[in-house]
C-alpha cells in the first residue's frame, strides 16, 4: 500500500514538473555504459547545472527513480538515489540499482523537466559463472569455447588414427601369422612326402632282399628213382622168360620192373 502512494507521489511530482515554467539548466555530463555482474550494484551518475526542478532515472523506458532538489522519491528499494556538488556548484545525481539482474540489461537514461537534452548509457548484466565473485568478458568465454571444441575435436581425430593404427598392426600380424602357418603346412608336405617316398623305397630295397634270399636257398627239386634209374645205364642182361615153377603151398608175390629206354626230365626253379 505504501509502495502503491508512493508511484502516485512520483507521478504528480512529475507532472508537477512538466507544468512548471523551464529555465537555463541543463545535463552537463550523462551516465556512461556500465558491465556488472549478476547480484551486484551499478551505479550511474547524472551532472546537471543549477536551477533544476526534477531528475528522472529510466531503465529499457520506464520511470524507475525520480530525484528533487529536497529528496529522492524511491518508488522501488533495488534502485535508490546519492546526490554530490562538484567545485563548479553542479549537481550530480547517482542512481544505485541493487541485486542487478540478466533482466535489467538494457537502456538507462538520465533526464530534466522542461529539457531536450538527456542522457543514455547501456547496462549489460552478465551470468555469475564463478562463485567467487570474478567473471571473464564475452571474448574470452566464447575463445574458451573454440578452445574447448578444437580440443574436442583433436581427441576424437586421434582416437580414429589410433584405432586405424591398430587394425592396420592387427591385420599385419595376421597376415605373418598366415604366412607362417602356410609355410608351416608346406614344409610338414614336403615332410611328409620325402617320408613316404623313403619309406616306400626302403619296403622295395626290404622285398627285393628277401626275395633274392628266397631264390638263393630255394633247394632243388629231388630227383626221383625213376629219373636216376633212367638215367644209369643197363647192365643187367637181358630178360629171361621166368622159370614155370611148380605150384608150392604158399608163395610171394614176385614183381618185374620194365626199366624203360631213359627220358628226360625237366627242373623247375621256384620263386
Keep these: 500500500m505504501e509502495g502503491g502512494w508512493k508511484e502516485v507521489l512520483a507521478v504528480l511530482v512529475v507532472l508537477a ?7 537555463g539548466y541543463q545535463i552537463i555530463e550523462g551516465p556512461h555504459n556500465a558491465t556488472v555482474l549478476e547480484g551486484s550494484e551499478a551505479r550511474f551518475n547524472c551532472t546537471v547545472s543549477p ?12 520511470v524507475v527513480l525520480s530525484v528533487t532538489p529536497r529528496e529522492p522519491i ?14 563548479d556548484g553542479n549537481f550530480i545525481s547517482e542512481m544505485i540499482i541493487h541485486n542487478a539482474q540478466l533482466s535489467d540489461s538494457g537502456w ?33 568465454i566464447a575463445l574458451l ?4 571444441v578444437s580440443v574436442f575435436i583433436l581427441i576424437v581425430v586421434l582416437i ?40 616306400n623305397e626302403n619296403e ?37 622168360e621166368p622159370r614155370k615153377q611148380q605150384p608150392g603151398p604158399a608163395s610171394r608175390p ?3 620192373f620194365n626199366i624203360a629206354s631213359p627220358q628226360k626230365v625237366r627242373s623247375a626253379t621256384l620263386v
Aim: glycine share 4%; proline share 6%; with cysteine.
Design 17 to 23: 514538473g512538466l507544468a512548471a515554467p523551464g529555465s
Design 51 to 62: 536551477g533544476w526542478k526534477l531528475i528522472m532515472w529510466a531503465l529499457q523506458g520506464t
Design 74 to 87: 524511491i518508488t522501488n528499494d533495488r534502485f535508490t538515489s546519492e546526490s554530490y556538488e562538484d567545485v
Design 108 to 140: 538507462v537514461k538520465c533526464s530534466l523537466q522542461n529539457s531536450d537534452r538527456e542522457g543514455l548509457a547501456f547496462l549489460a548484466v552478465q551470468d555469475n559463472t564463478e562463485k567467487s565473485g570474478a567473471s571473464l568478458p564475452t571474448w574470452a
Design 145 to 148: 569455447a573454440v578452445l574447448c
Design 160 to 199: 580414429i588414427v589410433f584405432c586405424c593404427c591398430c587394425s592396420s598392426r592387427r591385420k599385419k600380424k595376421e597376415s605373418v601369422y598366415q604366412i607362417k602357418i602356410r609355410n608351416s603346412e608346406k614344409d610338414n608336405t614336403k615332410k611328409g612326402t620325402s617320408e613316404t617316398k623313403l619309406k
Design 204 to 240: 622295395n630295397y626290404a622285398f627285393s632282399s628277401d626275395e633274392l634270399r628266397t631264390t638263393q636257398m630255394a633247394p632243388l627239386p629231388p630227383k626221383s628213382k625213376e629219373a636216376s634209374a633212367q638215367r644209369q645205364p643197363s647192365s643187367s642182361p637181358p630178360p629171361q
Design 254 to 256: 614176385q614183381v618185374s
